[in-house]
């Protein structure tokens, strides 16, 4: 599956998101909507006991990311995240033998203020971008956030590396 990471890595953070909600779906009590259409294209990925139009508190998204801080969501609802932050390791020493390692996981209650619109490229002339929201002082809003933290990866230069 890497070599999916390698060919368009947006899409990657996608399906690693998509595995998360997997994940909380089968081991937790968050599950995913009962309607498949609404489940692949709506909000939220998961619901406290699998509730319809569940309020925000008992709302949750699952989104994969790269980046250390950055949060970005095409929804500016209020709503908990959880963001698994991983990295590609070609060398697979992070994680032994592992070329995918979720390194954080940080989980937050973003509320309508924390998110700035990003705008869109996309126009009737065709081509661009969906809108999109980013995440208004990440590092700030996201600094106590980790519920998981792999303990050998620190963050240097903005990105995460091994340390020894």
Not at 109 to 126: C, H, L, M, R
């Amino acid at each position: 599956m890497v070599e999916l990471y390698y060919e368009q890595a947006n899409v990657f953070s996608g399906i690693v998101g998509i595995f998360g909600v997997r994940a909380l779906d089968a081991f937790s009590p968050y599950k995913r909507h009962k309607h498949s259409d609404v489940a692949q294209q709506r909000f939220p990925d998961l619901s406290l006991g699998g509730r319809l139009n569940p309020p925000p508190e008992l709302a949750l998204e699952s989104k994969g990311s790269t980046c250390p801080w950055a949060v970005q969501s095409h929804y500016d609802h209020p709503d908990w995240y959880i963001i698994w932050r991983y990295l590609v390791d070609a060398t697979r020493k992070i994680k032994s033998g592992k070329a995918v390692v979720v390194w954080r996981v940080d989980v937050v209650f973003v509320d309508k203020p924390d998110w700035n619109y990003e705008g869109s490229t996309a126009g009737t002339q065709g081509g661009g971008r969906t809108h999109t929201f980013g995440l208004r002082l990440p590092a700030q809003k996201l600094r106590d956030a980790a519920a998981y933290q792999l303990p050998n990866v620190k963050l240097q230069g903005g990105r995460p590396v091994l340390v020894e």
